[in-house]
């Protein structure tokens, strides 16, 4: 007898918009520390240890997470062709 295939409980589109999310926020961790590091050696070595070039650099790296997650669900809502998704560069 063939045993029955296991499914997930959540359908394929909700695990693919929690996998884009997971990404999303994951990158907004890592750019927004590597900014607020980056922020941190030039404060030292440039600025006198003000604060502002850590605040600009954790600005920095938020901000190109947030566009490049804006951008990945956008492609997600780009228009079919013939029934395909047609992925843009």
């Not at 999303?24 to 604060?51: P, T």
């Amino acid at each position: 007898p063939t045993t029955p295939v296991a499914r997930t409980t959540r359908p394929i589109s909700e695990s693919l918009l929690n996998e884009k999310w997971d990404r999303c926020l994951s990158s907004m961790l890592i750019r927004s520390g590597l900014g607020l590091s980056f922020g941190i050696v030039f404060s030292v070595l440039l600025f006198k240890r003000r604060a502002w070039p850590a605040t600009v650099g954790l600005g920095f790296g938020a901000g190109r997470a947030w566009e490049e997650c804006d951008n990945s669900f956008k492609h997600a809502a780009a228009p079919s062709k013939d029934g395909l998704r047609v992925l843009r560069p």
